[in-house]
C-alpha cells in the first residue's frame, strides 16, 4: 500500500502533467491564432521564419507593455 507522501507525489506528478499538457494546449492555439491572423501560409514558414516572426512580436510586445506601465505609473 503506498504511503501518504507517496499518493502525494503521484499528485503532484499528475498536476504537474496536466500544468504542462495545458500550456502546450495554449501555445499550440497562440501559435494556430497568429498564423491566421497574420494570412501565413504554414507550408511556407521555415523555422528561421518562425523564429524571425515571434523576435518581431515579442519586442512589439514589450514594447507595449513599457508603454501601459508607463501610462499607468504617470496616474
Do not use: W
Not at 494570412?39 to 521564419?49: A, F, I, P, R, V
Request: hydrophobic share 30%; charged share 30%; net charge positive.
Amino acid at each position: 500500500m503506498p504511503t501518504s507522501l507517496e499518493l502525494q507525489e503521484a499528485k503532484l506528478k499528475d498536476l504537474n502533467q496536466r500544468i504542462k499538457n495545458e500550456k502546450l494546449k495554449i501555445d499550440q492555439r497562440l501559435g494556430h491564432q497568429l498564423i491566421k491572423q497574420a494570412n501565413l501560409d504554414y507550408g511556407k514558414l521555415s523555422m528561421q521564419e518562425i523564429k524571425s516572426l515571434s523576435v518581431k512580436l515579442a519586442e512589439f510586445l514589450n514594447q507595449e507593455n513599457q508603454s501601459t506601465s508607463t501610462l499607468n505609473s504617470d496616474n
